[in-house]
């Protein structure tokens, strides 16, 4: 069973960066996408950003331009670089991973909250 960790959240003020990882234990098998979500208080969750096995990446209008996701195969990790954070930024962020090849499955990291003070 592979285990998606997620590390970096933390207390910035606005207009502050943060870097978030998302380390795959165990290793993700064929093709797959990977992707940040997050989830404000009150709100439901919500797609931020996400990377394919190639490298081809997708955002949310929100924060284009602001975030910048990649990921490094060789070590099964994902990063989710936010500059420019507001206070609408705030909230718990996911990571999740999805095969979309011969090997299907679809995890979910256990979240790492962010907090964007004005």
């Known amino acids: 069973q592979v285990q998606l960790v997620e590390s970096g959240g933390g207390l910035v003020q606005a207009g502050g960066s943060l870097r978030l990882s998302c380390a795959a234990s165990g290793g993700l098998l064929s093709n797959n996408v990977m992707g940040w979500f997050r989830q404000a208080p009150g709100k439901q969750r919500e797609l931020v950003a996400t990377?394919?096995?190639?490298?081809?990446?997708k955002y949310a209008e929100s924060v284009k331009g602001r975030f910048t996701i990649r990921r490094e195969n060789a070590k099964n990790t994902m990063y989710l670089q936010m500059n420019s954070l507001k206070p609408e930024d705030t909230g718990v962020y996911y990571c999740?991973?999805?095969?979309?090849?011969?090997?299907?499955?679809?995890?979910w990291g256990q979240g790492t909250q962010v907090t964007v003070s004005s």
């Open positions: 999740n991973a999805l095969g979309t090849g011969w090997a299907r499955y679809d995890y």
């Open positions: 990377i394919t096995s190639l490298g081809l990446t």
